[in-house]
């Protein structure tokens, strides 16, 4: 087992400990109902992409106890933006069980799970840095972040009423880094470089270099992986069944509504509001036309990722991690 597995293992069982400890404190049945439908949540396979990041900027430092308190807070805090995320796209990432609840009531458990989790992510990483004495320059990123992928998510809902007729590469990247790259990179990059021994021995223009430095590689891999995730779940919606595309929501169609601007077709937004006219559209989509453009400005990406990384090795490992 890597030194990774272990932090990352270590990550998972503080995130199970801490639930409990919470749990034990709460009277109310409703209470166990929502740590219930948690725990879907937490005991699902993921990739903890984000403490992983965290972990490696924090390098030497990563399995100190205030890492791993971190660490934990972030993927908490994930797996809040996670339950919400699947209520808003209409999406069964896990199935429920151990809920004592009809199948109607699902949905709300969603919503007040991810609020639950919220709170939990913030107080955590809140007492952990005054507990020990870690940078202040966390927790206000922390919740400047936040603010920005909320922001970000609400964009990505209105992209296609509000901005087919000129939507281009340049606005979808604008929505990449709100609704991911700041949420799924530059955080978990800063936030690790903040708990590391090269912040301690730098010094302040050093810092704001780097905390600069890693901003823009975030926002970078964050486009590449949106780039990435979205034209997997159209292809694979498209592959299966396009009933399948037709009852996705519209705002799932973002990068195929740019892709068909791009190449000269302005989108007319009802055409995608309504599932009916959607799927006689989407049935006329030249799929390898679309996947040659997203390979085009993936391996554009890629190589501004390599440039940004220069000649860091620990930089070009997390390159080499997310664009695999």
Not at 21 to 46: F, H, Q
Not at 257 to 281: I, K, M, S, Y
Not at 309 to 318: C, Q, V
Request: aromatic share 8%; charged share 25%.
């Amino acid at each position: 087992m890597t030194d990774e597995q272990t932090a990352l293992e270590a990550v998972d069982s503080y995130i199970e400990r801490y639930l409990n400890d919470i749990g034990s404190e709460l009277n109310l049945s409703g209470g166990r109902d929502v740590l219930a439908y948690i725990r879907n949540y937490t005991k699902r396979k993921g990739k903890r992409l984000r403490p992983r990041l965290l972990l490696r900027m924090a390098g030497s430092r990563k399995l100190t106890e205030p890492v791993l308190r971190i660490a934990s807070a972030t993927e908490i805090l994930h797996l809040f933006a996670l339950m919400h995320d699947d209520r808003i796209d209409r999406t069964e990432r896990v199935q429920p069980t151990g809920v004592g609840q009809a199948d109607g009531d699902i949905d709300v458990l969603r919503l007040l799970g991810g609020d639950f989790l919220h709170v939990c992510g913030m107080q955590l990483l809140g007492q952990t840095v005054a507990t020990h004495g870690l940078s202040s320059h966390i927790v206000p990123l922390v919740r400047k972040i936040s603010l920005i992928t909320i922001a970000g998510q609400a964009e990505d809902v209105s992209y296609i009423p509000r901005s087919a007729y000129h939507s281009s590469l340049e606005s979808l990247y604008h929505l990449y880094d709100a609704k991911t790259g700041y949420y799924t990179f530059v955080a978990p990059l800063q936030i690790g470089y903040l708990l590391s021994t090269s912040y301690s021995d730098h010094d302040d223009r050093v810092v704001s270099e780097t905390i600069e430095r890693l901003r823009v590689l975030g926002l970078s891999l964050g486009r590449h992986f949106q780039m990435r995730d979205d034209e997997h779940d159209i292809l694979q919606a498209r592959n299966d069944d396009l009933q399948n595309l037709r009852d996705v929501p519209h705002w799932e169609y973002n990068l195929l509504a740019t892709w068909l601007h791009e190449t000269g077709n302005a989108v007319d937004p009802p055409l995608f509001l309504d599932p009916e006219r959607r799927q006689n559209c989407l049935s006329t989509v030249h799929i390898e036309e679309f996947r040659s453009w997203c390979r085009t400005h993936r391996a554009c990406l890629e190589q501004e990722l390599r440039g940004y990384a220069g000649d860091s090795s620990l930089l070009k490992t997390i390159v080499d991690l997310t664009c695999p």
